[in-house]
């Protein structure tokens, strides 16, 4: 394939498995197409779905997708603990090989224009696919949450996108837009004291730290905290604990990678640690990554040892890349399941 859309739809429904395997079947039902994920979270009620391939395949199958959820899932009876209003909550087009994030907005509109024909359901586009500034942020679209959804749709500033200015009570409404790829990625931090991995996440996200005066937060005008920026832009990050291990981790979502990559998460985070004394072991994906920020990754490491990396394949790059983030250091790396353009091959 030399054009490749990833689309990451959300569904609300994490427990029962005949609803992922239908999804899963409608999906994979699809020329050109390629399921790499079903991940379903029973707290949230929740199933996140992976899946990439042609553009105009992709719609297809997350059309053929949508069908299930407005068939199978009922929201009248929906509780969770993540924020959503629809049976398919959201559903996202990402741009992977050969599109543009404007090719992926285009995308979302298609989907939602037929969407809304075939299922007459409310449709509202988000992040770059948005028509109103207003709408950009999925929160504001979501706020409200399904519970407060028959009232926005009343609201003429709320009127969807696409499809009726009603409530559907069994399906709710659906967000759709486009962004960029997100990294989910966290740093393993030699240390049991969550306190002093969530200093150095604060310190590195974006946000950054509450600005704080005799141990108490300042607040504006508003009442609200006010935030000393942190050093990595387009980051989020706080410090976890971890389960059967004496490690924590700094867990982070890279919302942009050529912005702030992994290997500058990754130093940085080291950077920091050394400060408190203690040290950085490994990192981990969490999900699928596609194969650019760990090209990047190799390339940088490299030149910093006097090396040239401009000859070596692809495979030799990630296994650099992986051995110089400590990819394994918590969980087993498997590339041919974790990087899109190795896993679309299998």
Known sequence: MDKIV??????????????????GRAISSVENVKL?????????????????GEPDAVVEAALRATEVAVEMIDMTKHKGEHPRFGALDVCPFV?????TMADCAKLANIYGEKAAQKFGIPVY??????????????????AGEYEGLEKKLADPEWIPDYGPAKFVP??????????????AYNVNVATSDVSVTN???LTIRQMGKPRMKNGVPVLN???????????????????????NDPRTQISMNLN???????????????????????????????????????????????????????????????????????????????????????AIRQ
């Open 6 to 23: 990833e689309c990451v739809p959300n569904f609300s429904d994490g427990v029962n498995h005949e609803v992922h395997e239908a999804i």
């Open 36 to 52: 790499l994920d079903i991940d379903p979270d029973a707290s949230y009620n929740r199933v996140v779905v992976t899946f990439v």
């Open 95 to 99: 741009p992977i090989r050969g599109v």
């Open 125 to 142: 586009l988000y992040e770059q696919a948005a028509i109103k500034p207003e709408r950009k942020n999925l929160a504001t679209v979501r």
């Open 170 to 183: 069994r399906f709710g409404a659906v967000a759709t837009g486009a962004r960029f790829f997100l990294v």
């Open 199 to 201: 200093d150095i996440a």
């Open 221 to 243: 005008s508003a009442g609200k905290k006010i935030f000393d920026p942190g050093k990595l832009r387009m980051v989020k990050a706080m410090g976890v604990p971890l389960e």
């Open 256 to 342: 942009n990678y050529l912005i702030t990559p992994p290997h500058v998460a990754f130093e940085e985070a080291k950077f920091e640690a050394a400060k408190h004394g203690v040290e950085i072991t490994g990192s981990e994906i969490v999900g699928l990554v596609p194969i650019e920020p760990l090209l990047m990754a190799a390339h940088w490491h490299l030149f910093n040892i006097g090396e040239d990396g401009r000859k070596m394949t692809d495979e030799e790059l990630v296994s650099i890349a992986q051995k110089y983030l400590g990819l394994s250091d918590y969980k087993p790396f498997d590339r041919n399941k974790k990087i899109i353009e190795f």
